[in-house]
């Protein structure tokens, strides 16, 4: 076999011909003749092959260089030149985009203001210079060699219709946003490959969303998806509606994924939720964003939805108002969160709209009609609640009768078991029912609750108005809070007037601090719910006024009480 040439060998056998080429060309094309004597221009040859060496022109006649190679742009490359601001304008909304990123700048609803009374922005103006812009591009896994949020896009528009686009020849991004004049819901499409590869991806919406304005907004903003297969927690309450706040993302980004019928972002009265087109399954990607509030920094939760490489969304921007949520797609109807008590809280809502439209639309005063609704179809309860604490105030002595009886027994002695069957004895005697006095306390906790969970979702009442107050599901603006201060009145008038049988002198001191302390309560609650409870107590006032006049004091049947013989030592 013949020994392989080295590389050395081959660099020497590629040099020489080189060199003959070089060498030989001259002889096989022959050059032009030669500039005439004196001449100072050199002579043009007449054939485009090949050019005759010729004597370098003076300095003054060369012409400049080229444009260097690496300014030509690579091809397929899409970019805008600059960047501009791009403006939506609905009847419903105004939203400006920036090309840098092709991101939302603000979203402001037109029809809602937030609790300064200024036009609602859905965009935080102060996450923008913390986190990434709303529509932000992210990616959980493969990133891409050049930042999508940071490059200029083209802008295509078509009336109300939006293209975005970036390419650098390797990496292309693009984003589409369909707007409707009359409608909250908008499409969106985000696409995003590189060499070819599709990359998975999701679109942010970062650091808050919503009103900004009103008491304690962290608490109101949080990532929401709905899933239909979710299973029911403890076998009865349902688990489809799911919400994460930014302490469930405070160890770092949460991410979930499946068949949700719809993912996003909200706050209590409004909500931007993506809902899959022809997608199997979705991802949401919870975020806790740190945001400056006053001279501190305070969590805001974020969100990313989407999970492929090619994402399409209906896009819902706007209120939780059931109205509009049915008619633009029933599925929305579910964001609108009644809380476990929702079977009497749903039912509640619309009795108190309709009350509200019969006394020209103000729900404070619809609030005090319902309330004194409800207490009038429970006074019969306390009437017999009222005549039960009265039967027990009378047969007092007997209980202290039996008690003393009793007296000094450890709680294991089997005499312990006769006082308690004498004590129920004189119960049933004189048809007393000890926890007749609680039953319509009880009965008012779910309307209680029921009211917490109207004035927290039902944008109704967000913004409505009644005396001085300006807002029903907020607390009052004014430096001191009245109506709490008024509740704390009442509440110790009712204790006051309220039977306390049984109850010894010491605990009914102690309780008279409870009307403090449910007034220290009601103080930075909603106005609304303050409205409920204090109509509640001036009600009760009345009715155990008429109750205390009207309802004669009973006459116990006596039991003979025979005392204990001491035990011999």
């Given at each position: ?10 660099l ?7 060199g003959?080429?070089l ?26 092959d090949v ?16 444009p ?10 899409i970019h805008g ?39 609602l ?11 990434p ?13 050049t930042d999508p949020?940071?490059?200029l896009?083209?802008?295509d ?64 903003q ?5 899933d ?35 993912a ?15 997608a ?31 994402n399409?969304?209906?896009l819902?921007?706007?209120?939780k108002?059931?109205e ?9 109807e579910q ?6 008590f929702g ?22 005063w ?5 309330t004194i ?11 017999t609640?009222?005549?039960?604490s009265?039967?027990?105030q009378?047969?007092?002595?007997q ?5 003393d ?10 005499k312990?078991a ?6 129920m004895?004189?119960y049933?005697?004189n048809g ?50 009245v109506l ?15 039977p ?8 009914q ?26 109509t509640?107590?001036?009600v ?7 109750l ?20 011999k030592?």
């Amino acid at each position: 076999m013949k020994k392989e040439l080295s590389m050395e060998a081959r660099l020497l056998i590629a040099f020489v011909l080189m060199g003959l080429v070089l060498f030989l060309t001259p002889y096989i094309y022959k050059p032009a003749s030669a500039p005439a004597p004196g001449a100072n221009k050199p002579a043009v040859s007449k054939t485009t092959d090949v050019k005759e060496p010729a004597t370098p022109p003076p300095a003054a006649e060369v012409p400049p260089p080229p444009p260097l190679a690496a300014a030509a742009e690579m091809p397929g490359q899409i970019h805008g030149d600059k960047e501009e601001t791009v403006v939506v304008d609905t009847n419903l909304y105004h939203v400006v985009f920036s090309s840098k990123g092709a991101v939302v700048q603000s979203w402001v609803l037109k029809d809602f203001k937030d609790h300064d009374g200024k036009a609602l922005d859905l965009v935080d103006p102060a996450a923008l210079a913390k986190v990434p812009a709303p529509f932000s591009v992210e990616f959980r896994s493969q990133k891409p060699t050049t930042d999508p949020n940071a490059s200029l896009f083209k802008v295509d528009r078509t009336g109300d219709d939006l293209t975005f686009e970036f390419s650098d020849g390797r990496m292309d991004v693009k984003k589409t946003f369909a707007f409707a004049k009359d409608s909250y819901l908008a499409k969106v499409t985000s696409q995003v490959s590189q060499n070819g590869v599709m990359l998975p991806h999701s679109l942010e919406w970062r650091g808050g969303f919503g009103d900004e304005t009103i008491s304690n907004p962290a608490a109101a903003q949080q990532a929401l998806l709905y899933d239909p297969n979710a299973p029911r927690k403890y076998g009865i309450l349902s688990d489809e509606l799911q919400k994460k706040n930014a302490g469930s993302a405070k160890g770092g980004p949460v991410t979930s994924s499946g068949q949700y019928t719809f993912a996003g972002i909200e706050d209590g009265y409004f909500a931007v939720v993506y809902l899959p087109v022809g997608a199997s399954s979705m991802e949401l990607t919870t975020f806790s964003d740190q945001i400056p509030k006053g001279g501190k920094e305070e969590p805001r939760v974020g969100a990313a939805v989407g999970g492929e490489g090619f994402n399409s969304f209906e896009l819902y921007a706007g209120p939780k108002d059931i109205e509009i949520l049915k008619r633009v797609n029933p599925k929305l109807e579910q964001m609108v969160d009644w809380g476990m008590f929702g079977i009497i809280a749903k039912p509640l809502f619309e009795v108190l709209k309709w009350t509200a439209g019969r006394v020209g639309g103000n729900y404070g005063w619809a609030i005090i009609l319902l309330t004194i609704a409800i207490n009038t179809v429970l006074f019969p309860l306390k009437i017999t609640s009222m005549k039960s604490s009265k039967k027990m105030q009378a047969i007092q002595p007997q209980i202290k009768a039996i008690n003393d009886k009793y007296k000094g027994l450890s709680l294991n002695d089997p005499k312990k078991a006769d006082q308690n069957a004498a004590i129920m004895a004189l119960y049933k005697d004189n048809g007393v029912n000890p926890a007749g006095g609680c039953l319509p306390m009880i009965l008012q906790l779910p309307f209680f609750f029921a009211f917490y969970a109207v004035l927290r979702v039902a944008i109704q009442l967000r913004g409505a108005h009644w005396l001085w107050v300006t807002d029903l599901s907020q607390a009052e603006t004014l430096a001191i809070h009245v109506l709490p201060l008024i509740l704390i009145a009442t509440q110790f008038l009712t204790q006051r007037m309220t039977p306390s049988p049984g109850v010894d002198p010491t605990q009914q001191k102690m309780m008279m601090v409870m009307p403090l302390v449910l007034g220290y309560m009601f103080y930075f609650a909603s106005s609304g719910l303050v409205i409920y409870w204090l109509t509640g107590n001036v009600v009760g006032i009345a009715q155990q006024w008429f109750l205390n006049r009207g309802t004669p004091k009973p006459s116990p049947k006596v039991v003979d009480v025979k005392p204990v013989p001491k035990k011999k030592k």
